[in-house]
């Protein structure tokens, strides 16, 4: 069983930055999802199991990335962020590095983390 644990979250103005992190009890490739309620979980980013290949959703590039460390941690990097960003935030991590802009991909998921940002 994989634990994740996200934090970092907070309240934010626009245009500020704030960086996400996810503990994982193992590594595996990970994936940053976000959802809104009633909508369902919207990809934003993933990073293989290397950290050699990310992926940024078209909705985020160029203002945010992903990154990990040596270790297990993985981090979702935001900057410029919008009042459309406020949203709960999840990390995931997947078996496999196929098809990881895809919410079924995962199997396991960290309880998620609020980012609020006022205009």
């Known amino acids: 069983q994989v634990q994740l644990v996200e934090s970092g979250g907070g309240l934010v103005q626009a245009g500020d930055s704030l960086r996400l992190s996810c503990a994982a009890s193992?590594?595996?490739?990970v994936g940053w999802f976000r959802q809104r309620p009633g909508r369902e979980r919207e990809f934003v980013a993933a990073i293989t199991y290397s950290g050699a290949n990310q992926r940024h959703a078209n909705t985020v590039r160029g203002r945010f990335r992903i990154s990990r460390d040596s270790a297990k941690a993985v981090y979702l990097h935001m900057n410029v962020l919008k009042p459309g960003d406020t949203v709960v935030y999840y990390c995931a991590a997947a078996p496999s590095k196929r098809n990881l802009d895809a919410a079924w991909s995962y199997g396991y998921w960290g309880q998620g983390t609020q980012v609020t940002v006022s205009s």
């Open positions: 193992e590594r595996y490739a």
